[in-house]
């Protein structure tokens, strides 16, 4: 696990790291997504997660899945490949904060059949431009600078 400004990235997961999502190949051949710590960090506490698709619903590449809102931030979350919806993550209904206090786990956004392989990197790559990309965000983000650090949410309400 690479931690970078206190932003962890897990060694075996795959990144989208312009849209700061993260993908989990599972052993049954589906793909678990969901936001990284970065991606929760920037956004803020979330509010409200909307699924806009379910299971068994087919989407193609880039169609919107979910709809992830903070008082800060509302996005969109898509498909990184053309696939079949297989389970959509139900307790962000009721606690869209599980995305912060856990990205990696218990905050999975959707679980997705694909119809073709995911060309995200991974390992070293992933790790190397992670770096990269954060410290050109740090420095052109509005508000945030040198001293940005993610931030682990245990002190807030999980609702």
């Known amino acids: 696990m690479a931690v970078i400004r206190n932003c962890i990235l897990p060694d075996d997961l795959a990144y989208d790291i312009p849209q700061d999502q993260w993908a989990r190949f599972l052993p049954n051949g589906l793909l678990e997504f969901g936001v990284t710590d970065v991606g929760q960090t920037l956004a803020g506490k979330f509010q409200t997660i909307s699924f806009r698709r379910t299971p068994p619903q087919h989407v193609g590449s880039g169609r919107a899945i ?16 053309p696939g079949t919806v297989v389970a959509v993550n139900k307790e962000l209904l009721g606690r869209p904060a599980l995305v912060n206090f856990d990205p990696y786990g218990d905050g999975w956004v959707l679980r997705l059949r694909p119809d073709e392989p995911l060309p995200w990197i991974r390992g070293d790559a992933a790790r190397e431009e992670y770096s990269l990309r954060l410290q050109q965000t740090f420095r052109s983000v509005a508000g945030v600078n040198d001293d940005f650090w993610c931030v682990h949410c245990s002190d807030w309400d999980a609702t």
Do not use: G, I, M, Q
């Open 66 to 81: 979910a709809l992830l809102e903070s008082a800060k931030w509302l996005s969109p979350f898509r498909a990184a490949v």
